[in-house]
């Protein structure tokens, strides 16, 4: 496993923690995720900063709107020179693709454009209340397909979901697994959540970690533990 394949989460609610953080992680061993609350109070000026300070960031913005709109925010993460974006499967096909049409047209633009497809908190009862009388799992694949033929380069999905994903999708398509847990760590608000080592195993292309590793006590040291975890894999 290469170890840029964990993407730990800077959930925090400003720039100022994120940025303390970051500076106890090295870039060489991980990548980072900016999510929703930290870049609308920070914006594009936190991914900079972390650009650099060496990181490749996964900007998880999940966007969902008409496929112009889409297309157009797409264009703006990739110009801010992002390794991935996340946008929702959900919002349909000629979202899917005009986002993708639009990202080619950035000149040397290698930023990875991701489909998530169902919310790791989300269970089968959760489903029914939004119509969708099935569980988590079929709704997944239905999507992952969708995504795949909608040009996306992968899609975010539970590392439970991943091995039943293999089945179906090709090799080079990747899987981003959020609501990964050390063995030892509290499972917080995720409801389908893996190990790390089960994870890879099942075929997970990244990890997105928070956390277990953001709020230990030497998070440095909690990144290089799961990385010795991963290893033990080989």
């Known amino acids: 496993m290469s170890k840029k394949q ?10 100022a923690a994120a940025l303390a953080m970051a500076e106890r992680l090295d870039p060489n061993l991980c990548r980072v995720k900016v999510g929703k609350e930290l870049f609308t109070r920070a914006g594009p000026g936190m991914v900079e900063k972390l650009h650099g300070m060496g990181f490749d960031v996964f900007l998880d913005l999940k966007y969902h709107d008409i496929p112009n709109t889409t297309a157009k925010a797409v264009r703006a993460a990739a110009e801010l020179g992002v390794w991935m974006v996340d946008l929702h499967a959900s919002g349909g ?12 047209k950035v000149n040397g633009a290698e ?8 919310l790791t908190s989300m269970e089968r009862s959760d489903m029914v209340e939004l119509g969708l009388d ?8 239905r999507l992952a397909l969708l995504a795949e033929s909608s ?8 590392a439970q979901e991943v091995k039943p994903l293999r089945e179906i999708i090709q090799s080079d398509f990747k899987l981003v697994t959020p609501g990964i847990r050390p063995a030892d760590a509290d499972a917080g608000d995720q409801k389908r959540i893996m190990t790390p080592s089960q994870a890879i195993t099942a075929g997970s292309s990244y990890l997105v970690i928070g956390r277990p590793i953001t709020q230990a ?3 440095e040291t909690a990144l290089i533990n799961i990385q010795q975890e991963l290893a033990g894999l080989a």
């Open 6 to 15: 964990i993407i730990v989460a800077l959930d925090y609610p400003e720039q």
């Open 93 to 104: 096909r000629s979202m899917m693709e005009t986002a993708r049409n639009e990202l080619e």
């Open 111 to 118: 930023t990875l454009l991701i489909a998530v497809t169902v």
């Open 134 to 141: 099935m569980e988590p799992l079929d709704q997944v694949k």
């Open 151 to 158: 040009g996306m380069d992968g899609v975010v999905c539970s």
């Open 217 to 219: 006590d030497a998070p």
